[in-house]
């Protein structure tokens, strides 16, 4: 946060640099924070700034040092059974420390977290404080302030998960501010996050009232949606929470009858460019083949960069695991889309057999949602215009399913489990799943996924559905919370440490006790949960006296 003070001397054009399909604004230079927010050109371009820090991987950071990506595309994955690292042991420890819960309180990787998502807060403040003020038309007035709480919300919902308690800041930080503002509790800091969410729901449009021009703004579904998986986080995570599984359920029940959203018909689209906001998507960050390779100029992303094969034209990282392959039921065609690589499909994806650096992966496969086309790849390697999924449909009805178990309304979740499970039987295989094609070929099902039924057991139930909703929802960043949530993780872990090896056969973390340097780090959430915490970086805790978490 130290490193956020700069802001306040740094006009609104300064400070806010688009990064989405509908940043098509100019910065107007010389503007204040008094007259900047009274014309709707600029307020639109303030709002697309608090979308830019979401979607910002390298580049300068808010003090001019250089911040790496803001990594909420990997924390669900690398720290639970779906994902290795990836790229060469060597490459970015600073990850690896995270993933076998060794991080030091200097890691650069939750500095680069910390620092972005409080510099999203205060984008988010300088909105809230003068929006309300301007002579904008009331509709747009209410949306961009709704689009700002969303935003607020999102961060605040991010920075719980991984460090709990953090200060929350009502307004534009102010020097007066600085070392001042205490800690707020994890349970306060889910709470204040609700709210920001329920704020938004409250003056967002529904998707379908946007046009084209503005989609991937944050929706009423979006913020609704957002509120549902904290809730659900929160009955696991939040010993003081007074959520109850009815609350989610209703929740879901509301965006669901809403008649925004359905299943995409062909699973293997969801994450091609035909699929970008298509019906199944609930939020998605846009991006735009750009020119510039770093943040804050640049306008696309290089997460396909980051994940793509160190054969072609990436750097490896984030491996699916032989785990999360083996997950899979024969022949579901779900798995041609959600991985690839030297030991899967004759090394094909997207038309082409590639080569691969085995050596230099810590799994044989690799992402394949986040893999382009050779036709599709930027001419700047790290601007890519593919967009980042961040919630989709079938999230809100897993959560939807989760909670009719709870209540004990088996039939209905037996029937939702169902309807994805249909959709993925009527799914073609990847789209260039063949070599010199780039179709989507006939998946060739056989009838390998059987109707299931759901038992009329809570625990049994349960299991059903998170297995489920693995393979279903792979690589999307979900997994280890669910296991956190349903205290599943420690015992992963135990399963991760007994059974992961390198490519050389070996066990790969022989030499680390990741339940007991994961368990000197946690805190009680509900019913007996472990909750683990990555440290508070060491210069915030000195700076501002927070107390560091425990194990650190």
């Not at 006009?11 to 107007?28: E, H, R, Y």
């Not at 650069?108 to 404080?129: P, T």
């Not at 409250?202 to 379908?208: I, Q």
């Amino acid at each position: 946060m130290k490193k956020l003070l700069y802001i306040i001397a740094i006009t609104m054009a300064g400070l806010f640099t688009g990064c989405s399909d509908f940043l098509d604004v100019d910065p107007i230079a010389r503007e204040t924070e008094e007259n900047f927010f009274q014309t709707p050109d600029n307020a639109i371009l303030a709002i697309n700034g608090i979308y830019d820090v979401i979607g910002q991987s390298e580049g300068a950071g808010p003090d001019g040092q250089w911040l790496t990506h803001n990594y909420e595309f990997f924390f669900g994955d690398l720290l639970a059974d779906d994902a290795e690292k990836g790229s060469k042991e060597a490459d970015l420890e600073p990850i690896q420390q995270l993933v076998e819960w060794r991080a030091s309180t200097a890691n650069s990787v939750i500095e680069s977290v910390w620092i972005k998502c409080f510099d999203g807060v205060y984008r988010a403040n300088i909105a809230l404080k003068w929006l309300p003020e301007s002579a904008l038309d009331t509709e747009l007035k209410e949306r961009l302030i709704g689009e700002a709480y969303f935003l607020k919300g999102y961060f605040y919902f991010y920075m719980v998960r991984v460090f709990g308690g953090v200060p929350l800041f009502d307004a534009p930080i102010s020097e007066a501010d600085f070392g001042n503002v205490p800690r707020a509790s994890y349970h306060e800091t889910f709470e204040y996050a609700a709210n920001l969410f329920k704020e938004a729901a409250a003056r967002l449009p529904l998707k379908s009232e946007y046009g084209d021009d503005n989609m991937g703004r944050a929706t009423k579904g979006a913020a609704q949606g957002y509120l549902a998986r904290l809730y659900a986080y929160q009955l696991g995570m939040d010993a003081e929470a007074s959520v109850t599984p009815q609350m989610v359920y209703d929740l879901t029940g509301e965006i669901i009858a809403s008649g925004q959203y359905s299943l995409l018909n062909n699973y293997a689209q969801l994450f091609e460019i035909i699929g970008e906001n298509a019906s199944e998507s609930i939020f998605e960050l846009q991006m735009l083949e750009g020119n510039t390779e770093n943040a804050p100029q640049k306008t696309g992303t290089n997460l396909n960069q980051f994940t793509g094969n160190r054969g072609d034209w990436g750097w490896g990282f984030q491996n699916p695991t032989e785990d999360l392959v083996a997950a899979f039921e024969d022949q579901d065609p779900r798995l041609s889309s959600t991985v690839y690589g030297g030991d899967y499909n004759g090394g094909v994806v997207q038309g082409v057999a590639y080569t691969y650096k085995l050596d230099e992966q810590m799994t044989p496969y690799l992402n394949r949602k986040t893999a382009m086309a050779d036709s599709e790849k930027p001419a700047i390697t790290k601007s890519s215009p593919y967009n980042i999924r961040k919630m989709r449909y079938a999230e809100i009805l897993f959560l939807h399913a989760e909670m009719a178990i709870e209540l004990g309304m088996y039939g209905e979740a037996e029937d939702i489990i169902e309807s994805i499970r249909a959709r993925a039987r009527t799914s073609t295989l990847a789209r260039g799943h063949a070599e010199g094609s780039l179709t989507y070929p006939s998946s060739g099902w056989g009838g390998n996924l059987p109707f299931l039924g759901v038992p009329n057991d809570r625990d049994a139930a349960m299991d059903l559905l998170l297995a489920q909703k693995r393979v279903e929802m792979a690589n999307e960043s979900l997994r280890f919370w669910d296991l956190v949530r349903h205290n599943k993780y420690l015992n992963m872990l135990d399963h991760k440490q007994a059974t992961f090896k390198n490519t050389e056969g070996d066990l790969r973390y022989e030499n680390v006790n990741l339940k007991s340097n994961c368990e000197s780090k946690t805190i009680s959430g509900s019913n007996g949960v472990k909750v683990p915490l990555m440290p508070i970086p060491e210069s915030e805790v000195n700076d501002w006296g927070l107390a560091q978490n425990p194990g650190y």
